[in-house]
């Protein structure tokens, strides 16, 4: 699996990250909020680690974001032994299970398998024909242009994310066209 750890104390992180590739799993590390959020922005993972107490943006807040704009992948909070609140707090804001420190690795990697083979719930792909959008997971029809969505973000492009869904077009315009139009802003 492909694993995102939003975790600033760099020595559990890079453990945590050494294990994982022991088992053969691709992870990728942030040290604060921000960072976290933008890799989860541009980049597909399976799972997400995140710790709660963190710089710029704490884990309340990413947790918060990531689901707010969208992104459903399943996330295993670290928290503080007994901190019950923020737990609760956690797993409201979207957050799928959570991990007390100081933990074991078995159990971090049983948690983190069991989180992310559950998933998110399926969200179906929306289909599009010409200008109309069906939303099968909103119930929504559209008729114009749909509002941007995550995966139609231009920024994924230079840095090679998987742009698994991006928007398809019957028609594109020749480089002409599109150079035309650019200068005539
Ligand atoms: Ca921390």
Redesign the pocket.
């Given at each position: 699996m492909r694993v995102l750890i939003i975790?600033?104390?760099k020595g559990m992180a890079e453990l945590l990250k050494k294990g994982l590739e022991e088992e053969n799993h691709r992870v990728a590390l942030a040290f604060d909020g921000l960072e976290g959020l933008e890799l989860a922005r541009v980049y597909e993972f399976d799972a997400i680690v995140l710790?709660?107490?963190?710089p710029k943006v704490d884990g309340f807040e990413v947790a918060r974001r990531l689901r707010h704009s969208g992104n459903q992948t399943p996330i295993l909070i670290?928290t503080a032994r007994d901190a019950v609140p923020d737990i609760v707090k956690g797993l409201d804001l979207g957050a799928d299970d959570y991990l007390t420190k100081p933990f074991s690795f078995e159990e971090f990697l049983a948690r983190l398998r069991t989180v992310a083979r559950r998933g998110s719930a399926p969200r179906p792909t929306r289909l599009q024909v010409a200008d109309l959008t069906l939303d099968p997971a909103s119930h929504q029809a559209i008729r114009g242009r749909p509002s941007a969505t995550k995966r139609e973000n231009p920024s994924c492009e230079p840095r090679q994310a998987p742009c698994s869904s991006l928007p398809s077009r019957t028609t594109v315009p020749g480089r002409e066209a599109l150079r035309e139009r650019r200068g005539s802003k």
């Open positions: 975790e600033d104390e710790d709660l107490m963190l670290l």
